[in-house]
Nanobody, 127 residues
Framework: QVQLAESGGGSVQPGGSLRLSCATSGFTFHYYVIAWFRQAPGKGRERVSCINNEDGSTYYADSVKGRFTVSRDNAKKTVYLQMDNLKPEDTAVYYC????????????????????WGEGTLVTVSS
């Protein structure tokens, strides 16, 4: 059974940092794409970043490029989202999702639609 569990959300002032974790189980971590999405109040779900666990390639939305970094720990089967220089507009519930790699794999992990989701973790950026 595929399970994803986000953690690390909280409240932070503008300019601050948080690191989100997505702990996974129930599937072969190496052969999956893990993505981070967010949903702000009253808005649709936005893809923030993703990582191909097989080759380590990554994708970032323009809104977070240069501020967020996605990484993985294969031994812990966990994906992280390091968020620096946070802005009030980053306030949202952050979700991680998982989808199996394709054969052949498209040029970027952002082509994947997620098959599995976590419950989300709230990030609030406010002074």
């Amino acid at each position: 059974q595929v399970q994803l569990a986000e953690s690390g959300g909280g409240s932070v002032q503008p300019g601050g940092s948080l690191r989100l974790s997505c702990a996974t189980s129930g599937f072969t971590f190496h052969y999956y794409v893990i993505a981070w999405f967010r949903q702000a109040p009253g808005k649709g779900r936005e893809r923030v970043s993703c990582i191909n666990n097989e080759d380590g390639s990554t994708y970032y939305a323009d809104s977070v490029k240069g501020r967020f970094t996605v990484s993985r720990d294969n031994a812990k089967k966990t994906v992280y989202l390091q968020m620096d220089n946070l802005k009030p507009e980053d306030t949202a519930v952050y979700y991680c999702g998982a989808d199996a790699l394709f054969d052949p794999e498209p040029p970027s992990c952002h082509y994947h639609e997620m098959s599995h989701w976590g419950e989300g973790t709230l990030v609030t950026v406010s002074s």
